[in-house]
């Protein structure tokens, strides 16, 4: 096979320039690693004039990405544009009904419409690839389609938004405030345009949507993520449950129990000396449990233009090589609906709050948290100038909904200063 | 594609028996992911007699794995003997001939063999896969082939031995003499019929040859990796270097410079803190590091029925799928000859020696290694009851033949006792 395969290129952002200057840089390496050239036909933008970081010289330029996704010498549309719907669906729509195969990075258009556009891709016989999706440049999605094929998965969790990493690695090292360690990673460009898509969890969200379908051969189910943000976290509970050896990260959950499909996106606390509490800064890591293949942990920059150009490349050499594997691991259409199920599996849980300093306080909250049959592993009173004293408890494995009681008993107390503060602690 | 794929699995010891494990459990989920059923016709092993933790039952008995590799019946070749040479490269060299596609896990074959093998393989049109060879469960080889098939590969690491790693670790954490650790891992079964494979480098050694062919595109050049066990690890190392910051690991490192191809698998130092430093027991990691997608780390068991059968089945799945890519990611016809190059690149080094505790003698030392133009980072003098005392360099970045001259020099003065010993710093 040396018939070139021919790439139009939409969105020429960080990631588009990315990929471009990749398959400039490395043409001959990648004809020898694909076995056949792999060319850029033309490339369309929203912004023709705008300076760029790499020469476009020698490719056509299209007025639509639609346009871009139906011509008859593009062999695959690379959608790099961005957002749920408008013009990346509109031309990914093309390409599919032109008989194109797709690669794209667009998570939030996945994560919504993943479902549908992987079963019209597989009907026309086309590929729908999204490595660069999830994870940016860790090979995620190929290690769970492919590598791990062979397993029955049991769990499915990520630190994958670096910006929340970033901030709270910076709470946590540099003893920010929430609101300093955001105005610092704003500051720096990391967050998104709409800032909640990062601190909301929902970036993060959207990809363990798309990594549960392909663990659990489930339907992609975004809507049945639970999204916490980080928002919420204070400086105290980043230290104080450091203390008590654990780190807090925005932690994506996914698993099947009985119950059905459990999707979380959610701070969390992780032992400190575990890999997932180790890391720092904007780095992702994804870890995948198997019953076959145990715990594999793959760790790598999670954004950026080279890493996820790496991943955009990589889908285009299994395509210049014929490799073809359906978009979630099996046909879409066989995708199971799996009922969705709330936090079912039990936890232990770090709990938070300011007592009065009076005889009976700690006792009355106590007494509570065993009415509603949440058992305690460890206290702790801090010292305090003030009235009220910062007491932790960490819990033994209890269900949400104890918990909960628990909570709303301990708030209706009289011997606490505002609402108690509780995070699930996911055993890692 | 509903056409069975139809497997002749040759070997039935801990991979083989975990291989049909797998496919008995999941034969559904596999069928589902692969498109197709995937079916054993016959197996084949030295003790027919022998009890099996798998049921054998409706799969044919062949006497010899050459006859298994040839049977009209069988589209894949499970070559799960293991030995350089013998019965194992017979069957497979058998199926090769006989346009069989071979999944194999023997990476002592692959170092000696791989080159020709691959050749023939790809010459008869037929699959040579391995990813069961390297790191056990962790799916190094097809991340490096397909997930990094974007990036010029600058370096590639790992701690692939994962006995080595106990013994280090128990050293370490349990503060075990070699031979203490060595006799613990003994006892646990953890050790290769011949120890040396382990502790000698070896085994780790034929890993790192095949994960370079990958990287650089050069042929596989076992003989071309300087291979040093950690016999010679002491405790006094372990714990010295702890006290400077270092983990002591058995690490290969692979890389291109300008004088060539450098593999090396031989005792590192590595800095606690990072993710190679913390790996513990008999874990498996292996560091990526490509010109885009900066440094992948994969972390996972490297040994084990499930983890190593993981493998084997997502090869397996891939040949259901129809997945064809090369053995080593190009036509391996292609790969290159690269001059080999021994440590080219500069490092750091830890040098501890015994220092005869009288005027001048730090003084005469410093001296040998100033006109070796090797020159000192950091030094500690710890306290001794003896005539001696242990004293430790950190250098900075030296080449290698600048640290031997030094290390000879400071050998034929009169100052210290004993040899002095040198581990290479990696940085990670």
């Avoid at 669906?89 to 008989?99: F, L, Q, Y």
């Avoid at 929430?178 to 929902?202: C, H, K, R, W």
């Avoid at 459990?262 to 198997?290: I, K, W, Y």
């Amino acid at each position: 096979m040396t018939t070139p395969l021919r790439l139009g290129v939409a969105g020429l952002g960080t990631v588009g320039s990315g990929v471009i200057g990749i398959l400039q840089r490395h043409g001959d390496l990648l004809a020898a690693r694909a076995g056949r050239p792999i060319e850029i036909t033309a490339v369309c933008a929203r912004d023709r004039a705008r300076d760029r970081a790499v020469r476009l010289e020698g490719y056509e330029w299209e007025e639509s990405p639609a346009a871009l996704a139906g011509r008859d010498d593009v062999d695959v549309l690379l959608e790099l544009i961005g957002g749920v719907d408008g013009p990346a669906k509109a031309a990914v729509e093309t390409a599919i009904s032109s008989g194109r195969d797709v690669v794209t990075a667009n998570k939030a258009m996945l994560a919504h419409h993943g479902q549908i556009l992987a079963e019209t891709a597989e009907a026309a016989g086309v590929a729908l690839r999204f490595e660069a999706a999830v994870a940016g440049g860790i090979p995620v999605v190929k290690t769970l389609t492919e590598g791990l094929a062979g397993n029955r998965v049991i769990r499915v969790m990520g630190v994958m938004n670096g910006t929340c990493n970033y901030i709270l690695t910076r709470m946590q090292g540099a003893g920010l405030t929430y609101e300093e360690a955001f105005s610092e990673a704003d500051g720096l460009g990391y967050l998104e345009a709409d800032p909640n898509l990062d601190v909301g969890g929902i970036d993060a969200g959207h990809k363990l949507a798309l990594l549960s379908a392909i663990a659990f051969g489930a339907r992609v189910d975004f809507d049945g993520v639970e999204v916490e943000g980080i928002s919420r976290i204070t400086i105290e509970d980043i230290r104080q449950s450091a203390d008590m050896g654990f780190r807090i990260k925005l932690l994506g959950v996914a698993r099947i129990t009985e119950r059905g499909l459990e999707q979380r996106m959610s701070p969390c606390l992780v032992p400190a000396d575990s890999p997932l509490g180790q890391l720092e800064d904007g780095t992702n890591m994804v870890v995948l449990e198997g019953d076959s293949v145990g715990q594999i942990v793959l760790r790598g920059a999670g954004a950026g233009s080279g890493p996820t150009a790496s991943a955009v490349v990589s889908d285009i050499v299994d395509l210049a090589r014929g490799v073809r594997v359906p978009t979630f691991g099996r046909p879409a259409n066989s995708l199971k609906k799996i009922p969705r199920s709330k936090s079912a599996s039990t936890a232990r849980y770090y709990v938070r709050m300011q007592l009065q300093d009076r005889p009976g306080a700690l006792a009355k909250v106590a007494g509570v948290l065993g009415d509603a049959s949440v058992s305690i592993d460890r206290m702790r009173q801090y010292r305090h100038d003030t009235a009220t004293a910062p007491v932790i408890f960490v819990t033994h494995r209890t269900n949400q909904e104890d918990l909960e009681t628990a909570l709303s008993g301990i708030e209706t107390t009289d011997v606490i200063e505002g609402k108690p503060v509780a995070i699930r602690i996911e055993e890692v």
